[in-house]
Nanobody, 125 residues
Framework: QEQLVESGGGLVQAGGSLRLSCAGS????????MGWFRQSPGKEREFVAG????????SYTDSVRGRFTISRDNAKSTVYLQMNSLKPEDTAVYYC??????????????????WGQGTQVSVSS
């Protein structure tokens, strides 16, 4: 399994920006699709963004499309989530995840077999 470590979370005012990073182990990172999920208190974990192994294909949930950008640098075994125009409803613990395959047509939790520990993002109004 992939070892994943997230960083970059914090407290920001509405309208602000944050960039999350997720560092993976070198050996298998570049051959796996990656995703970001989030979980708010009292809610189920939800998909936020996903990216294929080359970075050539990305997917976003509707509520973040146009505001968030997922990218990856396979040379650094790192995936990023640039979050702009943040809203209070974006407040959640954000998790990085690695899939067992290089490409996904649909991003669901069941497709991911490695998870990070999560990083808190808090957006104040």
């Amino acid at each position: 399994q992939e070892q994943l470590v997230e960083s970059g979370g914090g407290l920001v005012q509405a309208g602000g920006s944050l960039r999350l990073s997720c560092a993976g182990s070198v050996r298998t990172f570049s051959s796996r699709a990656m995703g970001w999920f989030r979980q708010s208190p009292g809610k189920e974990r939800e998909f936020v963004a996903g990216i294929s192994w080359t970075g050539g294909s990305t997917s976003y949930t509707d509520s973040v499309r146009g505001r968030f950008t997922i990218s990856r640098d396979n040379a650094k075994s790192t995936v990023y989530l640039q979050m702009n125009s943040l809203k209070p409803e974006d407040t959640a613990v954000y998790y990085c995840a690695a899939a067992s395959v290089p490409f996904l047509s649909f991003y669901t939790e069941r497709s991911f077999n490695s998870w990070g520990q999560g990083t808190q993002v808090s957006v104040s109004s």
